[in-house]
């Protein structure tokens, strides 16, 4: 037999819950007299002993009774409050019995010591990434569930962790009650004031003679001196490429090996440096610490904010020394280097096309000629182009070792990046003369002009069927053949286009982009969103010739006219 049992809470916080009705705050469990057990009315979870069931109920009400002395921090349990203790009193009774390394808590050196012996207990269900504690496992976990729990009551930017809303939170109230004891500036994160601790404790007593600039260490001055001399004195082993300091030449190195040591907890992406990943962390925790002092956008990385900078003060260094058109930065003036036309005085006599360069007219001669001298010594593929075979060995090697300077995407061709630069400098140097749209690459335009003419030159041989686009064509091609070249390798389930085999991959992954705007539930597919918005909107823009029925979806009206059809024929 069940009955109610109720006992002393504090529920001021708790009564705000609208979620939950007076009967629960007044009687919060109930008592199973035949289990001896007491079961929470809020969530059902059962417990056998009345302490812990008290202890479970705080995690409703937010109570916490049990206060720090000194800084007046609030626990939930006394268990909670003693280690709490021990970050003032700077006591660390527990020590690794390995490396002697202390800490302040018994569950800590149960932690410490996974490390030491590469104990890894917990598995993620979904992708088997093991990680050492369960906090861990539960901050990975909602990269697959894109659960995000905690949310700001002042914006409602929901955060999957309460440390990137507690940081957040201080956007709103501007707190800085990490303060610094020589100068007393205060600072949001402790990250920022041990920073700021440097510039007081650290002596600079190394000074260079010829800008006065101070150093802490002798071997920052040497570096720094190095500079002025335009000295590199340290060269790569594989590709001679000169540095001035070793730590720029150990990470120079990784672009050989490949060698990326830095890797992300949240999501498991690896990096070649400590301050890549520290960037690309921020897109976790959606911090940008470096804002504009001029229209106050912030940014995640220095960088970003530089290249911003530039768009107020209009400063453009870098020109072009053929037609002078100047650059805010190097990136943009290589990008535009790569794209502008010069005088072509190599003419192709087969086709006439004509060429800046004669090495070019000499490549371009073998899409005549047929020649492919350019041979893999993996799988004796034979290519034209020696950059064709070069791009073509990557896949061999799966290496992209070309990275973008701005975002730090990476590719296997120099085109590829070059293109991709023209995503960050907004450069389309390519314009029709008709409509004067401009676009990013030279095959986007001949494509775009097609639609000014209808040409479609790429003809089916088995069905005469015509394309704009070879790649239409190439696509179209497999619907007759029933080629599937792109394999899902969780699964094996094969597909003859690739953006069907990336739609496929999320059934694996759960990875759902779409986003409603008007209730943020999200879906894998675009379509899928599309038919959802209707629910909002409520429009039935298609209708029944015959009885003027409408519908919100085109399935729905051809399912509609399919049965009427189906009746006439039945009644007949």
């Known amino acids: 037999m069940d009955k109610t049992f109720a006992f002393d809470l504090r529920i001021e916080t708790f009564s705000q819950q609208k979620n939950l009705n007076s009967d629960i705050l007044n009687e919060p469990c109930t008592f199973d007299t035949k289990e001896k057990s007491f079961t929470c009315k809020v969530c059902n979870k059962v417990f056998y002993k009345l302490p812990d069931i008290k202890r479970h109920i705080r995690t409703h009400t937010k109570e916490k009774p049990f206060a720090c002395d000194i800084c007046y921090k609030t626990f939930s349990q006394r268990a909670h409050l003693t280690p709490h203790l021990r970050t003032h009193t700077k006591e660390k009774p527990f020590a690794c019995e390995i490396c002697n390394q202390t800490f302040s808590e018994r569950s800590s050196v149960t932690v410490h010591l996974r490390r030491h012996r590469k104990e890894k207990p917990f598995v993620c269900g979904v992708c088997h990434k093991a990680f050492v504690e369960k906090s861990c496992l539960k901050i990975h976990s909602q990269t697959h569930t894109n659960e995000k729990p905690f949310a700001c009551d002042i914006c409602y930017k929901s955060f999957s962790q309460r440390k990137y809303l507690t940081t957040h939170l201080r956007c709103h109230a501007k707190e800085k009650r990490l303060v610094c004891d020589v100068c007393q500036k205060g600072f949001v994160e402790n990250v920022c004031l041990r920073t700021h601790l440097l510039t007081h404790t650290k002596e600079k007593q190394f000074a260079c003679d010829i800008c006065n600039k101070t150093f802490s260490q002798k071997s920052s001055l040497t570096s720094h001196l190095l500079r002025h001399m335009k000295v590199k004195s340290l060269l790569c082993d594989v590709c001679n490429k000169a540095f001035f300091e070793r730590s720029s030449l150990k990470t120079h190195l990784r672009t050989h090996t490949n060698e990326k040591p830095f890797v992300c907890d949240i999501c498991n992406k690896s990096f070649s440096q400590q301050s890549n990943l520290t960037v690309h962390l921020r897109r976790h925790t959606k911090e940008k610490p470096f804002p504009c002092k001029m229209c106050h956008k912030a940014f995640s990385s220095l960088s970003y904010l530089k290249i911003h900078l530039l768009t107020h003060t209009e400063e453009k260094p870098f020109t072009c020394e053929v037609c002078n058109k100047a650059f805010s930065t190097m990136s943009y003036l290589k990008v535009h280097l790569c794209t502008r036309t010069d005088d072509k005085s190599f003419a192709c006599e087969v086709c006439n096309e004509r060429f800046s360069w004669k090495s070019s007219l000499k490549s371009h001669l073998r899409t005549h000629s047929k020649e492919k001298p350019f041979i893999c010594g993996v799988c004796n593929k034979a290519f034209s182009h020696n950059s064709y075979l070069k791009t073509h060995l990557r896949t061999h090697t799966k290496t992209k070792s070309l990275t973008c300077g701005v975002c730090n995407k990476a590719f296997s061709q120099l085109s590829g990046l070059n293109i991709h630069m023209r995503a960050h400098t907004k450069e389309k140097p390519f314009a029709c003369e008709i409509c004067n749209k401009s676009f990013v690459e ?127 024929h039945h009644s007949l």
Request: net charge positive; with cysteine.
């Open 442 to 568: 030279k095959r986007c335009i001949e494509a775009h002009l097609r639609t000014h003419t209808n040409e479609k030159p790429f003809a089916c041989d088995i069905c005469h069927k015509t394309f704009s686009e070879r790649a239409h064509l190439t696509t179209h091609m497999r619907t007759h053949t029933k080629e599937k070249p792109f394999l899902c390798k969780v699964c094996n389930k094969a597909f003859s286009q690739v953006s069907d085999l990336k739609r496929h991959l999320r059934t694996h992954t759960e990875e759902k982009p779409y986003s409603c705007d008007v209730c943020n539930k999200a879906f894998s597919q675009k379509n899928n969103l599309n038919r959802h918005l209707v629910t909002h909107t409520k429009e039935k823009p298609y209708s029944c010739d015959i009885c003027n029925k409408v519908f919100s979806l085109k399935e729905n009206l051809n399912r509609h006219l399919l049965a009427n059809r189906e009746n006439k």
